[in-house]
């Protein structure tokens, strides 16, 4: 047995995960995979639903924009970095149809960095048999990875991730399980563009029952085995949870939240949001800042997707 389940790609410095797992093998059958880019398949994408035309109103727009306020929007020394996530409901959405170029489409006009998925499908006959993650990847051209909460439906069900960098170091980080479901989170490390030192993403999705007790075990856990990382943590995903509860409130002594505006920021469900479940929180408060806001999506799942333009200090630490 070994203190960290972790599988390099391109190994850059020693593990610092407190986890007690072992070392899963990434290949057929196993709890982690990570797929590479292909971006042949984004052009295909960006073709197909017509964002060749937005993206470049977008840049248009955000040049424009730029021009006139003195181009003083990010403060020298830093990056921004896009962060999302998003319950895809296993690419189901609300008219009962499973659509992955839909939420591929979401993605894709979301123009995130790093991507959040929960309720990832990978060769269950209830999709198909297609593995969610590598289709999401293909589909946006970004980088994936998959984490297995459990077996189901001759396949594979849990927690995916998407990325614009190459992942250097994949993890996944096992949580006490639900009364219905095992429990893990998907970590992994990536450096953002300009710098030299990593930072981690995490995306994770807390038990959904009325009851806390379980989804309260789970944020104490991952926090205990976060502890000793001292690089900067991005975590996203699926709380269960409202920012009032005591599993939140735990989260936010050691997390900083990237707040949402007040009167939007509702993330279930996707057709009458009354409940905010989805967050984006992060350490140490001086490494990032940012807010997020919700998308207003409706149809290509019962949760509304999450973004939050995070600013990285790139002197970090001093």
Same mark, same amino acid.
């Not at 955000?62 to 296993?90: D, F, K, Q, W």
């Not at 060769?123 to 297609?130: E, L, N």
């Not at 614009?164 to 006490?176: A, V, Y």
């Not at 990382?229 to 996203?236: C, H, N, Q, S, V």
């Given at each position: !047995?070994?203190?960290?389940?972790?599988?390099?790609? $391109?190994?850059?410095?020693?593990?610092?995960?407190?986890?007690?797992?072992?070392?899963?093998? !990434? /290949?057929?059958?196993?709890?982690?995979?990570?797929?590479?880019?292909?971006?042949?398949?984004?052009?295909? %994408?960006? +073709?197909? @639903?017509?964002?060749?035309?937005?993206?470049?109103?977008?840049?248009?727009?955000?040049?424009?924009?730029?021009?006139?306020?003195?181009?003083? &929007?990010?403060? &020298?020394?830093?990056?921004?970095?896009?962060?999302?996530?998003?319950?895809? @409901?296993?690419?189901?959405? !609300?008219?009962?149809?499973?659509?992955?170029?839909?939420?591929?489409?979401?993605?894709?006009?979301?123009?995130?960095?790093?991507?959040?998925?929960?309720?990832?499908?990978?060769?269950?006959?209830?999709?198909?048999?297609?593995?969610? &993650?590598?289709?999401? /990847?293909?589909?946006?051209?970004?980088?994936?990875?998959?984490?297995?909460?459990?077996?189901?439906?001759? /396949?594979? $069900?849990?927690?995916?991730?998407?990325? +614009?960098?190459?992942? #250097?170091?994949?993890?996944?980080?096992?949580?006490?399980?639900? +009364?219905? #479901?095992?429990?893990?989170?998907?970590?992994?490390?990536?450096?953002?563009?300009?710098?030299?030192?990593?930072?981690? *993403?995490?995306?994770?999705?807390?038990?959904?029952?009325? =009851?806390?007790?379980?989804? *309260?075990?789970? &944020?104490?856990?991952?926090?205990?085995?976060?502890? =000793?990382?001292?690089?900067?943590?991005?975590?996203?995903?699926?709380?269960?949870?409202?920012?009032?509860?005591?599993? !939140?409130?735990?989260?936010?002594?050691? *997390?900083?939240?990237?707040? +949402?505006?007040? =009167?939007?920021?509702?993330?279930?469900?996707?057709?009458?949001?009354?409940? #905010?479940?989805? *967050?984006?929180?992060?350490?140490?408060?001086? %490494?990032?800042? /940012?807010?997020?806001?919700?998308?207003? #999506?409706?149809?290509?799942?019962?949760?509304?997707?999450?973004?939050? =333009?995070?600013?990285?200090?790139?002197?970090?630490?001093?």
């Amino acid at each position: !047995m070994l203190q960290f389940e972790f599988r390099p790609l $391109y190994r850059r410095r020693a593990p610092r995960f407190n986890v007690q797992a072992e070392i899963y093998d !990434m /290949g057929v059958g196993s709890q982690l995979r990570y797929t590479p880019s292909r971006p042949n398949l984004v052009r295909f %994408a960006l +073709k197909r @639903h017509s964002l060749a035309l937005v993206s470049a109103v977008a840049v248009l727009i955000s040049l424009v924009t730029s021009v006139l306020t003195g181009c003083a &929007a990010v403060p &020298a020394g830093t990056e921004t970095v896009r962060v999302m996530t998003y319950n895809i @409901h296993h690419g189901e959405g !609300m008219d009962g149809k499973v659509d992955l170029e839909r939420v591929a489409l979401v993605i894709i006009e979301a123009e995130a960095d790093l991507v959040a998925l929960q309720e990832v499908d990978v060769g269950t006959s209830r999709t198909g048999g297609v593995d969610q &993650a590598v289709r999401l /990847g293909e589909l946006t051209g970004m980088h994936s990875a998959f984490a297995k909460f459990m077996d189901y439906e001759g /396949g594979e $069900y849990g927690l995916a991730m998407l990325s +614009k960098m190459p992942i #250097e170091e994949i993890t996944r980080i096992p949580l006490p399980p639900g +009364k219905r #479901e095992p429990r893990a989170a998907l970590a992994v490390r990536t450096t953002l563009s300009g710098h030299v030192s990593p930072i981690v *993403f995490v995306s994770l999705h807390f038990d959904w029952l009325r =009851d806390d007790a379980e989804r *309260f075990a789970q &944020a104490q856990s991952l926090i205990e085995q976060l502890g =000793d990382e001292d690089l900067p943590i991005i975590l996203a995903g699926d709380f269960n949870d409202t920012p009032d509860s005591r599993t !939140m409130q735990l989260m936010f002594v050691s *997390f900083k939240n990237a707040d +949402k505006p007040e =009167d939007d920021r509702f993330t279930f469900s996707s057709t009458e949001p009354r409940r #905010e479940i989805d *967050f984006v929180v992060y350490r140490p408060g001086d %490494a990032f800042a /940012g807010s997020a806001w919700v998308v207003d #999506e409706p149809m290509a799942s019962d949760h509304r997707p999450v973004v939050a =333009d995070l600013v990285y200090d790139a002197d970090w630490p001093r």
